[in-house]
C-alpha cells in the first residue's frame, strides 16, 4: 500500500520532468535526393537480376563490353540466350567452333587467349548497338561482331494483338520469349542462341 502511494506521489513529477526536458526534432524533409540519375535499370541491373540469363551474363562479364552495360551513352538491344539455350549447346562459347584439326601442345597461355576470343565473339554476336523495330519484318540488323547480322522473320499464326517482339524468330526459329526495358537499351530473352561467324 505503501509503494502504491509513493508512486501515485513521485510519478506525476517525474512525468511532468520528462516531457520538459524532451528535445524537440524538426522533422525531416518529404524530398530526398536519390542517388540515381534515372527511375529505370541499366542493362547491367538487368542482367544482374535476371535469374534465367546467369550464363549469358556470366561469359558477358568476362569481357571488356560488360562495362558498357550500365553506361548511359550506349544503346544496346541484347539478345539474351537463357540458361537453358546455353546449357544445350554442344560446344560452350568459350571453346569456339569444333576445331578442324586436333591442337596437340597447345600452351595453356594459347588456350586462355582463345577462350577470350571465342567469348568475345559469342558475346558481341547477341549485341546490336541500336534501337530495332521489328514492325516491318523481315529484318536485318549488325550485330557488334564484325559482319554478323541478326534477321528477324515473321511467325505466322500469332495473334494480332501480341507484342511485336512475339511476332518474330530469329535465325534457326529461335523465338523470343521476354522483354524488359533499360535506360540504355532493351533486352530480350531468347530460347536458343545467335551463332557467330
Not at 91 to 111: A, D, F, T
Not at 141 to 163: A, H, I, W
Amino acid at each position: 500500500m505503501r509503494l502504491s502511494l509513493l508512486l501515485a506521489f513521485i510519478l506525476p513529477f517525474a512525468v511532468s520532468a520528462s516531457l520538459q526536458e524532451q528535445i524537440i526534432i524538426p522533422p525531416m524533409p518529404q524530398t530526398i535526393a536519390s542517388p540515381f540519375t534515372s527511375s529505370q535499370p541499366t542493362l547491367a541491373d538487368l542482367l544482374t537480376i535476371e535469374p534465367s540469363a546467369s550464363i549469358y551474363y556470366s561469359y558477358a562479364r568476362e569481357t571488356e563490353l560488360s562495362s558498357r552495360f550500365s553506361s548511359e551513352s550506349v544503346w544496346f538491344t541484347m539478345l539474351v540466350p537463357t540458361n537453358k539455350a546455353v546449357m544445350a549447346l554442344a560446344h560452350k562459347p568459350h571453346q569456339g567452333p569444333e576445331p578442324v584439326e586436333p591442337r596437340i601442345g597447345i600452351s595453356e597461355q594459347e588456350l586462355d587467349e582463345s577462350s577470350k576470343r571465342n567469348v568475345e565473339r559469342w558475346v558481341s554476336a547477341h549485341i546490336i548497338p541500336s534501337r530495332i523495330s521489328l514492325s516491318d519484318i523481315p529484318v536485318s540488323y549488325e550485330t557488334l561482331q564484325d559482319g554478323k547480322l541478326v534477321t528477324f522473320n515473321p511467325v505466322s499464326n500469332t495473334r494480332p494483338d501480341s507484342p511485336e517482339w512475339m511476332r518474330v524468330t530469329l535465325e534457326d526459329g529461335v523465338r523470343i520469349i521476354g522483354m524488359k526495358e533499360a535506360q540504355n537499351g532493351v533486352l530480350y530473352l531468347i530460347d536458343g542462341t545467335v551463332v557467330p561467324n
